[in-house]
């Protein structure tokens, strides 16, 4: 049968429900239940591939292709364990299915509607991924907030799969936020009240508020939700607004909630080992020497636009015992010349995926700059066609050579499409997403970095690839092609001969980074960084 856990959210967007599921997550598994988690978008996009991150931020990448909202990324980082489709749903898939079910003459004449068509098919979802998983418990994060008007028939889905599988079966949290009102120094209530009252008229009654604030939760105010509500006190949390999302597991688990969960759902109830979670928020708590890299992309006013890339650094500077400073660097600046000299300050570079023309020549002119004055450079997907971009020129001494995505009529497109791309003109269709095998070629940093690795499986995101009628003269020139495909036709990382340490990656690392487990390349670029000086600053480079 299995046990469902579903969070919805009330009072305000980006309360935090994403890492409050993947904590939830984290504190099962911790205590050795099967555990599988999935997030329920109500949006009607399909997918976020085509959104502008500034909508929702990243887009996160699963290892079978799905392009996903950013809390699948919270969900792996926080769980460690890989998602797949399943995870991911929308109300663009399910309106999708419905209508193509419609147009066969699935549904015999019948006349289509949000009850039952719609919650038939998000309910048939929720059970999927529990199925696929093989878990015993699912977590599902039903996006938006309480009231959205396209979130309906999510929580109407939801409050039907109480009765079909039972009371003892299915645990509702509502995560809502407590405003603070400083003219009288107040934490207010009533906005939680009402987004609870609005749940309630759905026909669902949380078993557990966790209420998000910028300040402390006193107990009188703790009561009076709980009395309010019609839920215990005791499953009234507190959750403060922390400096590190790590930190959040252990607050709740410190409030009680693993033991709250396992009552609920007549869970055998089972000691969490956390040890090694408290450990790491403690490393992440100490002072440490700073490693200062930077990021340069063209949606840096978002940070979450880049999350898993600062993720990443986080993790591997920990494990260097180092903290992360990240200078955020717009490419478009450097294009008009500005913010050259604050690249000039980091003891690293790195440059994320993207797509489109803009800022594209103010990440070349990063590569430049790394390139000319040996500063570590990681370069991600479209940083590595930047990468390989900026060698070329540099080779043939000319301006011309460019990527074909970014300049069609270029006379020399070290970067371009496959030939069985051209001419399919739907987004993502040209695109290879998801884990691929790359086969690491033996003496190079990429190799040394993966630990002598074979063949290694990682992330793709993207629609154009390294062209291979300029490998030979680049290669002569200093270019190491350090992983390619299993069949040797592309090319997968790139890093340059003389160098300390410039790789570009043709995939997404930083999608498989964990807090406990950084990625290799990430570990071995934050470890050319901190040996690198920042300008004004003696000591030496140590390869």
């Not at 907030?145 to 009371?167: C, H, M, S």
């Not at 928020?281 to 200062?292: A, D, G, I, L, S």
Request: proline share 6%.
């Amino acid at each position: 049968m299995g046990k469902y856990i579903f969070v919805t959210g009330g009072v305000i967007s980006s309360v935090g429900k994403g890492v409050v599921v993947a904590s939830i997550g984290r504190l099962l598994k911790s205590r050795g239940h099967a555990i599988t988690l999935q997030k329920l978008d109500p949006y009607l996009n399909v997918d976020p591939g085509t959104m502008s991150p500034y909508q929702h931020g990243e887009v996160f990448v699963t290892e079978d292709g799905e392009e996903t909202d950013l809390d699948l990324g919270h969900y792996e980082r926080f769980t460690d364990i890989n998602l797949t489709s399943a995870s991911s749903v929308t109300s663009g898939q399910i309106y999708r299915t419905i209508i193509a079910k419609e147009r066969r003459g699935d549904f015999l004449g019948g006349t289509i509607q949000v009850v039952p068509h719609v919650t038939n098919e998000i309910k048939r979802r929720i059970y999927e991924v529990r199925e696929k998983a093989n878990a015993d418990i699912v977590v599902a994060e039903v996006g938006g907030t309480v009231g959205d008007i396209e979130g309906q028939p999510f929580l109407e889905a939801i409050r039907q799969l109480r009765n079909e599988v039972g009371r003892d079966n299915v645990l509702y949290i509502h995560v809502t936020f407590l405003p603070f009102l400083s003219t009288t120094g107040e934490i207010k209530t009533k906005p939680t009240q009402h987004s609870v009252k609005e749940l309630r008229s759905m026909g669902i009654q949380p078993d557990v508020i966790i209420c998000r604030s910028d300040h402390p939760v006193p107990d009188e105010v703790r009561a009076k939700i709980a009395l309010f509500c019609d839920v215990e006190e005791r499953a009234v949390i507190p959750l403060p607004t922390v400096p590190n999302i790590y930190e959040v597991p252990l607050i709740l688990e410190e409030w009680g909630l693993g033991r709250i969960i396992e009552e609920k759902l007549n869970l055998p109830p089972r000691s969490p080992d956390l040890a090694d979670w408290c450990e790491l928020v403690e490393r992440m708590k100490k002072p440490k020497e700073k490693v200062v890299i930077a990021l340069v992309g063209k949606y840096v006013k978002l940070h979450d636009s880049y999350i898993s890339v600062r993720e990443a650094l986080r993790h591997s500077a920990l494990y260097h015992d180092r903290d992360v400073e990240i200078v955020w660097i717009d490419a478009e600046d450097l294009e008009r010349g500005q913010n050259e000299d604050l690249l000039l300050k980091v003891n690293g570079i790195v440059v994320p995926g993207g797509f489109g023309t803009r800022g594209f020549e103010g990440k070349v002119k990063a590569a430049s700059i790394a390139r000319r004055y040996k500063i570590p450079y990681l370069g991600l997907c479209l940083g590595m066609q930047a990468m390989v971009v900026e060698f070329a020129r540099y080779v043939l001494d000319s301006t011309e050579p460019n990527s074909r995505e970014v300049a069609p009529e270029t006379p020399h497109p070290v970067i371009d499409l496959l030939p069985e791309q051209r001419g399919i003109e739907e987004l993502g269709g040209t695109m290879r997403l998801g884990a691929y095998p790359c086969r690491l070629i033996e003496g190079t940093k990429a190799s040394r970095a993966y630990g002598g690795k074979a063949i290694v499986f990682e992330r793709h995101r993207h629609r154009f690839e390294f062209n291979n009628k300029y490998r030979k003269v680049l290669e002569e020139a200093g270019l190491v092609v350090s992983g390619v495909s299993p069949d040797g036709r592309l090319v997968e990382i790139v890093e340059l001969r003389d160098h300390p340490w410039m790789v570009g990656t043709q995939f997404h690392p930083e999608f498989s980074s964990r807090p406990n487990r950084p990625h290799p390349l990430f570990l071995e670029f934050i470890r050319a960084a901190k040996q690198t000086p920042r300008e004004g600053e003696q000591c030496s480079f140590l390869s």
